[in-house]
């Protein structure tokens, strides 16, 4: 039998960080999937007009549009929230940066951190209840194998010296804690929750970070679409995974660091709100 979803009905995804290498790839793949319906979570327009009538043309797909948000800000992905017309079966949380010099949002919190890990959670939290509407619904974060360094008593670099490297891995560490500590809060909902390492790619992030990749932006939207559209990513939650296979995650297994992480966060809304 084939599992996937492609011949279900139709699937609402919303995919963030759709200009970007991988994100256009995965959008224009899910664009391909019949009676999908995509929506690219942009913040510069010029850039997602041309990407949706990018994706258009070559799917022949008309159910691609935009929406703008600065997903480093709280009040714009509430906003989006909040004006968003119909369900949303799928979230992938994937856009990211990586300045080389330590930067902050208007609300005075640290790039990284706001656009990496905080916009990953605001997504998630402010979308909850049209999931829940929307079930049985999945969420998957683009996180990387490339993670670690967490230290939750300076998740802004404000006592460490700013590195964007360690920047980087700290977010993709708490991407992945954060998928474990939503997927518990959510399982008796029918939404799942997993993380996954897309793949080597060369792009903005990646260059700023040193590095090119020898992955091609397909190869690296494969495991996210898939997790989005294939059984294995409805049924499986809390877990993570690099080129369509599960890997052990230790950062998800502290759970005692996993509640702590997400508590840090969730204070992030009362505070800046
Ligand atoms: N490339 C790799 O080798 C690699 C490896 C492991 C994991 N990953 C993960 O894969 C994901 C995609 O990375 P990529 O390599 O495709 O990066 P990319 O090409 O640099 O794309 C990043 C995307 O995020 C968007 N973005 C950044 N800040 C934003 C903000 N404040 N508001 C709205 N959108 C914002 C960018 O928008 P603009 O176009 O407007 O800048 C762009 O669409 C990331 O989560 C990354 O951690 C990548």
Known sequence: MNSSLKNDNSRVFLVTGA??????????????????EVVLVCRDKKKAENTVKEIVDITGNPKVRFELADLSRYKDIRNLAERWKGSLQVLINNAACTPRNRQETPEGIELQFATNVLCYYWLIDEFT??????????????????????????????????????????????????????????????????????????????????????????????????LATHYIGLETTGRYFEHLNEKSCPFARNQQAVNALFEHCANYIKNHS
């Open 19 to 36: 200009t970007g290498a991988i994100g256009k790839a995965i959008a224009r793949q899910l664009a391909e999937l019949e009676d999908s």
């Open 129 to 226: 209840e049209l999931l829940k509407a929307s079930a049985p619904a999945c969420v998957v974060n683009v996180a990387s194998y490339w993670a670690g360094g967490l230290d939750l008593t300076d998740m802004e670099f404000r006592r460490r010296a700013y590195n964007n490297d360690q920047a980087y891995r700290q977010s993709k560490q708490a991407n992945r804690m954060l998928s474990a500590a939503f997927a518990e809060k959510l399982k008796p909902f029918r939404i799942t929750v997993n993380a996954c390492h897309p793949g080597d790619v060369n792009s903005a992030l990646s260059n700023n970070l040193g590095f090119g990749g020898h992955e091609t932006p397909d190869q690296g939207a494969e495991t996210p679409v898939w």
